[in-house]
């Protein structure tokens, strides 16, 4: 092989090194936290992290400002992610103090993190297998290194018990989270080398039975900076 050749698997990189290491020091600290039992990926559960209430109130935002879910590269199978989404406003009062709750969690800066997205899933609707971090020999690579760099932590927050379907599964890791109000659920989406971790793998499965409301939040290894600043 020669030295100019393209290596197969993603290079490591100390800055994403670094903050596996913190956010998995932080998180084993934290006594309401768990981890999943399993070696091909760091995933965590926080039972009960939102209050109804906030739970409630995001739901009725998600309802009010869901539009189709849109993929970063194209996909060939239209059936590949159907349910619906929102960005929810990380200034509005009702959304800021969560926003910086999930960050102080995981101890990474929030402007490291995108807008946070809720997501509304339908009976039949689904998030097929797919990796949170990018592809850095796609296309859209160039502009995801710009505004921010690599997705380094997942944080996923259910909104509502779902009667049936609707879970998380990771088949390579080998754990399914079934839906749960207020369960947040996190995950590295690096090794601990600093690479794309091919083990977290995951799915959001159909949901048979009732109606799946999810928040998501992507942290990125620097500060994201499509960040919108307000200047009022
Ligand atoms: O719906 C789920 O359970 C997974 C959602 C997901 O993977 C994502 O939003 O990136
Ligand atoms: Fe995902």
Known sequence: MSIFSRPKTPAGSIVRARTSKKVTERLGANPAIRRARVEQAEIYYHPGFLSDAECDKLIAMIDANRRPSTLLAASEDPEFRTSESCDLDRWSPDVRPID???????????????????????????????????????????????????????????????????????????????????????WNNMKPDGSPNLGTLHEGTPVVQGVKYIITKWFREHPWINMPIRTY
């Open 100 to 186: 910086e709750r999930m960050a102080a969690l995981l101890d990474i800066p929030p402007e490291h993190g995108e807008t946070m997205q809720g997501q509304r899933y339908a009976p039949g609707q689904q998030f097929r297998a797919h990796y949170d971090w990018f592809n850095e020999q796609q296309d859209y690579w160039p502009a995801m290194k710009a505004s921010g760099g690599q997705r380094t932590w997942t944080a996923m927050i259910y909104l509502n018990d779902v009667e049936e379907g609707g879970a998380t599964w990771f088949p390579q890791a080998g754990v399914r989270v079934a839906p749960k109000r207020g369960l947040l659920l996190a």
